[in-house]
């Protein structure tokens, strides 16, 4: 089993797509921890109300992981200013312009669904359909390895291909933010990151289970990169 696993775990490292994903994964992440500690360079600063007899800026506080999921937070108010008579008046950081298409934000979410969810079944399409084409999966299974075994390594060797580039662009982009956003990892928010890695494991092995047995039910490998990219497309949609 550990020779299945070494031996496909070569072969992914090996190969062109396995480099395109890392130079992604280390672009794309170093991108977000740039354009993140661009858009709050002081940090979170407790900003005074500045009461008056005129007017009162209420502040909406900083999102200090909005690096991993930005919801839609451009869109909201940065603060509200209260008249003496009542009346809210909400502020924007910039002027948004809603008839312009809108275009994805560049956070760990977005990363780890779009690019990292279509490299996983990139990967995982051909693991057993490939093989069942070339007729090295009988050459395999002639070993004394059960299938289930079989199935098991190359889902370990596919987990340790992604988890590689995806570690690599987040510490990069965990290393730019605390260079600059020291704030940023208190122990509730390194606890709430450490469990967002967690779940961003368990969401690409989901994906990596789902390739393994769609390449194992269906021989032709084609027809299985057309069933995993319209499952990939349900998913992101």
Known sequence: MKTIVYREFLDYMKSARFMVLLCMSVVL???NGIISVKDNPAGNIDRKQNLSTVSTALFVPDNLLSFIA????????????LSPKGFIQPEYKQEVNRKLPDFPVIDWIFIIRIVFGLYVLLIGYSAVAGEKESGTLRLVLSNRISRARCLIAKYAAVMVTV?????????????IIVLF????????????????????FVYLSLFAFLSLMVSSMIADSSLVLLTLLAVWIVFIG
């Open 29 to 31: 992440f170093a991108f």
């Open 70 to 81: 930005e919801g839609g937070e451009r869109f909201s108010p940065v603060s509200y200013r």
């Open 163 to 175: 988890g590689i580039p995806l570690l690599a662009g987040i510490l990069i982009d965990l290393i």
């Open 181 to 200: 956003r020291p704030e940023v990892f208190s122990p509730d928010n390194t606890v709430r990151i450490a469990l967002v890695v967690a779940t961003a």
